[in-house]
């Protein structure tokens, strides 16, 4: 650094601590658009920065001027200028430009996001500072910047500049103005929710915008609080939410205050919560002289009894019928088993509103189908009235049981 650099860069800090002072006031409070200027002088330079708001939200743009002016004879030439930034602070292309009576757009200014400046340079004569107003339009440097939503909250972020030109050089990186970012606004809403049930799990879901992926999400029903969840992507939370008791419940979901948006809360909802569910029993009437072949009525009755819901049957892994629950509670299916030996019989009740489902099996034996008979009576010879004869008949396939009856006629 030259000697005239130290004592640019020692003055300018003793000439501008006045004007700061005033303009933190003005950075107090994050509201509307709030323009913010700084004039300070090094050696025979006067250098006075506007910056055109320095209260903005993220994604608001504003523009950083600053203008070069002389208080001696001496004219200067500038050769380049660095506008410093705050990194969250997005360059906006094509908004550099040097102002001499007219605009002069910098073409391919030198942007650097991780030191956060853009650079602007021109030729050795291009642009003089002359003290010699009315004649000379000071140059004034400018360039546009995006408010990112990573920048720091409520928190005065420094700006300032540095450049060369013919009679040395100027640091003066962090002399302002200042900006300081306001917290996004928040807005809550919560869904509605149908279909309560005490004891029975229902989610409920917030959608929150002006906040981030990660922030706590407050739910309560009324005073009391149901508990919290966390916002993805999308703004949204959810939660499981699981009432003890019936009736009207106001809920509401609340967004804390963070970093870098403000609070709100959801307007109440009121969700109706209907009743707990009565358990139910269901049970399969006994299933007596089953028979492959041979249609049975297998009943299935459903206590408390009304109509509602349905049974379904299953043999073992094979579904028999799915029937609606009548009045009486009952149903009734005419089975006709394809195969002998034990069998399982399931029943189960699907539930009704208000009513839990329930399930029951029972075990039922089915005989095989009956083989079919032949009987054949033997030839009777030699029969005469008054004197006995005997008559034989032969059941095929032979085996004990059963009765034949014999009739004449």
């Not at 360059?91 to 102002?99: E, I, L, N, T």
């Not at 000379?136 to 060369?164: E, H, Q």
């Not at 917290?183 to 809550?188: H, L, R």
């Not at 106001?250 to 709100?264: H, I, M, V």
Request: charged share 15%; glycine share 12%.
């Amino acid at each position: 650094m030259t000697s005239r650099e130290i004592t640019r860069a020692v003055a300018a800090g003793a000439a501008a601590t006045v004007a700061m002072s005033a303009f933190a006031l003005l950075g107090a409070g994050v509201a509307s658009a709030a323009p913010g200027s700084i004039t300070w002088n090094s050696g025979s330079s006067r250098y006075i920065r506007d910056i055109s708001n320095t209260t903005p939200a993220v994604g608001d743009t504003i523009t950083v001027k600053t203008r070069f002016e002389r208080t001696s004879w001496v004219d200067e030439f500038i050769y380049n200028v660095k506008d410093r930034h705050h990194s969250c602070l997005t360059y906006v292309p094509g908004s550099a430009k040097m102002s001499g009576g007219s605009d002069y757009p910098v073409e391919n200014p030198e942007v650097n996001a991780d030191e956060a400046y853009v650079r602007a340079s021109w030729g050795s004569t291009d642009w003089v500072v002359r003290s010699r107003p009315g004649f000379w339009d000071a140059p004034t440097f400018s360039v546009s910047y995006k408010v990112g939503a990573n920048c720091p909250r409520g928190t005065a972020l420094t700006t300032g500049m540095d450049y060369g030109g013919s009679l040395g050089s100027g640091s003066f990186g962090t002399q302002g103005p200042s900006i300081t970012i306001g917290k996004s606004s928040s807005t809550t809403t919560l869904a509605a929710v149908t279909g309560a049930q005490a004891g029975k799990a229902s989610t409920l879901t917030a959608t929150v915008t002006g906040g981030a992926a990660g922030d706590t999400i407050e739910f309560r029903d009324a005073a009391t609080p149901i508990g919290t969840a966390t916002l993805d992507g999308a703004g949204t939370a959810t939660l499981a939410w699981t009432p003890t008791t019936a009736g009207a419940h106001n809920l509401t979901a609340r967004f804390p205050d963070t970093a870098f948006a403000t609070a709100s809360e959801s307007s109440p909802i009121t969700v109706q919560v209907a009743e707990a569910s009565v358990p139910s029993t269901i049970a399969l009437a006994p299933v007596t002289n089953a028979q492959v072949g041979k249609a049975s009525t297998i009943t299935a009755t459903v206590t408390p009894a009304a109509a509602g819901g349905t049974v379904e049957l299953r043999d073992g892994d094979t579904s028999l019928a799915t029937l609606p629950v009548g009045n009486d509670g009952t149903i009734h299916h005419e089975w006709t088993p394809a195969a002998g030996g034990a069998h399982n019989l399931t029943a189960t009740f699907s539930g009704r509103d208000g009513v839990t489902g329930s399930t029951t099996t029972a075990q039922v034996t089915v005989a095989e189908a009956p083989v079919p008979s032949t009987i054949a009576i033997a030839p009777i010879t030699n029969a005469q009235v008054g004197k006995a004869s005997t008559l034989t008949a032969t059941v095929t396939p032979a085996a004990a049981g059963g009765t034949v009856e014999l009739r004449d006629g």
